[in-house]
Structures are given as C-alpha cells and as structure tokens.
C-alpha cells in the first residue's frame, strides 16, 4: 500500500512560533531520531496522546512534520530539509550581523586613532 505525506512549504513565522514551545522542542528532537507515532511521541511526557496530536499538528501546518497512513499506523516523520532552512535562515541573520558588527569595530577603531 502507498503511504501518502501531507507536506507545505515552511512559514518561518509560524514555524519558529512552534518551535517556541518546548514540548515541540522536544518532539522535533524525538522525530530528529527517526519517525514515531503519536502514541510513541506521548510516551516520555505527562500528556495525553490527544495533546501530542495537537502538538504534532501544529508542527504538520508549519511545515516541519509530515504524517502518513500505513495501515491503522500514523507514523510522523520530521522534515528535515524545512528544518535546514530555518537554519539557513538565522545563519544568514548571523553572518549579516557579525558583519554590520564588524563594520562598526572598524569604523569605531578608526575614530580611536584619530582623538
């Protein structure tokens, strides 16, 4: 039987504001470790497997999770490639800024030299 993922691209808005809950957090880090089901996702947590679900869909409709069907089996995959691209996303941030930092040493140490 063909499993069939549910995808969307990433909403780095949303994305990181369901990354700002941290038992997301630790779903994305459970998932970094291969796919889960809900009910196995619940498991280290004092949660229902209901608020799991909810939780997995938030990621689902940010983009950084995908389930599919195999069976009765709902198996949740991170996805991995959206992930790198919320990484990409505050590298460049990173290196924008070090670079306006740096800029501002120079200019800064330029003036130093001049009192």
């Known amino acids: 039987m063909p499993s069939s993922f549910t995808t969307s691209a990433p909403d780095l808005g949303h994305a990181f504001a369901a990354l700002g809950d ?10 970094a470790r ?3 089901t809900v009910g196995e996702l619940a498991e280290p947590f004092d949660l229902t497997p209901q608020a799991i679900s909810h939780h997995v869909g938030v990621l689902r409709r940010c983009g950084l999770v995908e389930q599919r ?24 941030q990173r290196r924008a800024w070090n670079d306006r930092l740096d800029a501002l040493d120079e ?9």
């Open 34 to 36: 291969g796919d889960a």
């Open 22 to 31: 941290p038992v997301r957090r630790a779903l994305v880090t459970r998932l």
């Open 69 to 92: 069907r195999e069976g009765t089996r709902r198996p949740c995959r991170l996805r991995v490639d959206q992930l790198a691209l919320l990484g990409s996303w505050i590298d460049d």
């Open 107 to 115: 200019h800064l140490s330029g003036r130093r030299g001049t009192r």
